[in-house]
């Protein structure tokens, strides 16, 4: 069961998180510590902008490492499951209050797939489709208005 505090990640994503992390503990810090040995070795550092930037981008390399550490210690990784009812990692088709149609893919912002409209479950329109099931109406309040939406389809993501 995914709660607020576990991820649930399909397992392609994990594996791209995977290997961000595996490119960042590695290479990543490898260039960035070259970075900062070159920076260093233009003398002054109180006054060196190049270090100051090396040293910045470091901190923010070594904070996406805690964030991925923090994913991937806490996600749930699965493929989901086959269901009329939209849960996470469904791709539901939907019909807009305008008539068009849509595919979105409800899951966590770290599942993001080219192609798809994504909806996180915190979001307005995830948080109004989840549970939903076809040939449900289902509306949601966001910065644009008050949107309406039918499902046509669920089905499982797979990846």
Same mark, same amino acid.
């Given at each position: ?25 590695? +290479? ?6 070259? *970075? !900062?040995?070159?920076? $260093?070795?233009?003398? &002054?550092?109180? @006054?060196?902008? %190049?270090?100051?930037?090396?040293? +910045? ?6 904070? *996406? !490492?805690?964030?991925? $550490?923090?994913?991937? &210690?806490?996600? @749930?990784?699965? %493929? ?12 539901? *088709? ?66």
């Amino acid at each position: 069961m995914v709660d607020d505090q576990t991820v649930w990640l399909t397992p392609a994503a994990h594996r791209k998180l995977l290997e961000e992390l595996e490119e960042l503990s590695t +290479n990543g810090r490898l260039q960035i510590s070259e *970075r !900062i040995a070159e920076a $260093r070795s233009h003398g &002054d550092i109180s @006054e060196n902008g %190049d270090y100051d930037a090396a040293k +910045n981008e470091q901190g923010l390399m070594e904070a *996406r !490492i805690r964030k991925l $550490r923090h994913i991937l &210690d806490t996600a @749930e990784v699965r %493929d989901a499951e086959v269901s009329d009812e939209i849960t996470v990692g469904t791709l539901v *088709r939907v019909r807009r209050g305008d008539g068009g149609e849509m595919e979105v893919f409800v899951a966590t912002q770290e599942n993001k797939m080219p192609g798809f409209v994504l909806a996180s479950p915190s979001s307005p329109m995830g948080a109004a489709l989840l549970g939903a099931k076809v040939g449900a109406t289902v509306s949601y309040a966001a910065p644009g208005g008050t949107f309406e939406l039918t499902v046509l389809s669920v089905r499982p993501f797979e990846s």
